[in-house]
């Protein structure tokens, strides 16, 4: 079993709808989440972090951890065609001498004009 | 702002050949790392590195070999490539480990024949 587990998709929206996006993870003494935003031949760029439990949000980005059933979210609100990508969640693992980023295996989102 | 620069972007490489892929940062980052991305996996961990003169191995380090000489460089070598090399290759860099957010270059396109 992977420490964090995402739903690939694809996942397909049209223009303004509410798109959320779903992760679990296995290990309770994961603290720090954060979502990475991927565009097609480029590389992950940090979009939003939390830590524990709780929410966050940025704009039309939502971030949210629900600490007791291991499961982070994304929601984007007024989905743009621009949001299309693939979005990547992470948690820290700092169980060792160095911490390290474990990542999903990412959603691939269409957003329809 | 160059930000983290890989090279080269796409690569075609025949099965046993050792090749390098380049990787330099201008943001005087301490923490380096290589990733490879691969359908169905997401992103794993190859290599890191805390500090120059400072590597470690990661999720997936067999058949790569790194050093760290400069603050700004991080190659990674394949040593004798092999078809299940076949993937996208990323560097990062951040400011330190863990929470502070991970830069990633554009990725490295590599295809193992």
């Known amino acids: 079993q992977k420490e964090v587990e995402q739903d690939p998709g694809p996942l397909s929206v049209p223009e303004g709808a509410i798109v959320s996006l779903n992760c679990t993870y296995s290990n309770s003494a994961f603290q720090y989440f954060m979502w990475y935003r991927q565009y097609s031949r480029k590389g992950p760029e940090l979009l939003m972090y939390t830590y524990s439990s709780g929410n966050k949000e940025d704009g039309r980005f939502t971030a949210q951890v629900d600490k007791s059933s291991k499961y982070i979210s994304l929601f984007i609100r007024d989905s743009q065609p621009s949001d299309s990508a693939t979005y990547l969640c992470a948690a820290l693992d700092q169980g060792g001498a160095t911490n390290k980023l474990i990542f999903g295996t990412g959603t691939l989102l269409a957003v329809q004009p | 702002n160059a930000g983290v620069t890989q090279t080269p972007k796409f690569q075609v490489l025949k099965t046993g050949q050792s090749m390098t892929l380049q990787c330099a940062q201008d943001?005087?980052?301490?923490?380096m790392s290589w990733y490879r991305q691969d359908p169905g996996m997401g992103l794993r961990l190859i290599h890191y590195s805390v500090g120059a003169g400072i590597t470690d191995q990661g999720e997936v380090p067999n058949g790569y070999n790194v050093s760290r000489s400069t603050t700004e460089d991080f190659p990674l070598r394949l040593l004798s490539a092999a078809p299940s090399q076949t993937s996208v290759y990323f560097c990062?860099?951040?400011?330190?480990?863990?929470?502070?957010?991970?830069?990633f270059g554009e990725g490295s396109w590599l295809t193992v024949v």
């Open positions: 990062a860099s951040s400011q330190g480990q863990g929470r502070n957010t991970i830069y």
């Open positions: 943001m005087n980052h301490e923490y």
